[in-house]
């Protein structure tokens, strides 16, 4: 069993910033790959950003690349998800997750998530 705990988020200004980190307490994360997910009101759950194991990959969707940087301190046992030029359209929840199936962009192929948290960007 994987524990991740989430911290950041909270409300911002389009165009601000704002860094989402995802820890894994008491065990080291390597050898998971990690993922950032977000979800909507009334949307399906849909990947962010994506690293593995040794932070060598990382994958990003399209509405957020040139604007989120994920990256991972295996030391610290933690991930963040640095999102800048925030835009309305970026609100959700967002969740952290990890698995070893690799950086893939579906959900289904991470196994232990993160307890959310909310990300408002205001117009």
């Known amino acids: 069993q994987v524990q991740l705990v989430q911290s950041g988020g909270g409300l911002v200004q389009a165009g601000g910033s704002l860094k989402l980190s995802c820890v894994t307490p008491?065990?080291?994360?390597?050898?998971?790959?990690i993922g950032w997910f977000r979800q909507a009101p009334g949307k399906e759950r849909e990947a962010v950003a994506v690293?593995?194991?040794?932070?060598?990959?990382?994958s990003y969707a399209d509405s957020v690349k040139a604007r989120f940087t994920i990256s991972r301190n295996n030391v610290r046992n933690t991930v963040y998800l640095q999102m800048n030029s925030l835009k309305p359209e970026d609100t959700a929840v967002y969740y952290c997750?990890?698995?070893?199936?690799?950086?893939?962009?579906?959900?289904?192929?991470?196994?232990?998530w993160g307890q959310g948290t909310q990300v408002t960007v205001s117009s």
């Open positions: 690293i593995n194991w040794n932070g060598g990959l990382t």
């Open positions: 997750a990890a698995g070893t199936s690799g950086a893939t962009m579906r959900a289904v192929d991470y196994d232990y």
């Open positions: 008491g065990r080291t994360s390597n050898g998971y790959a």
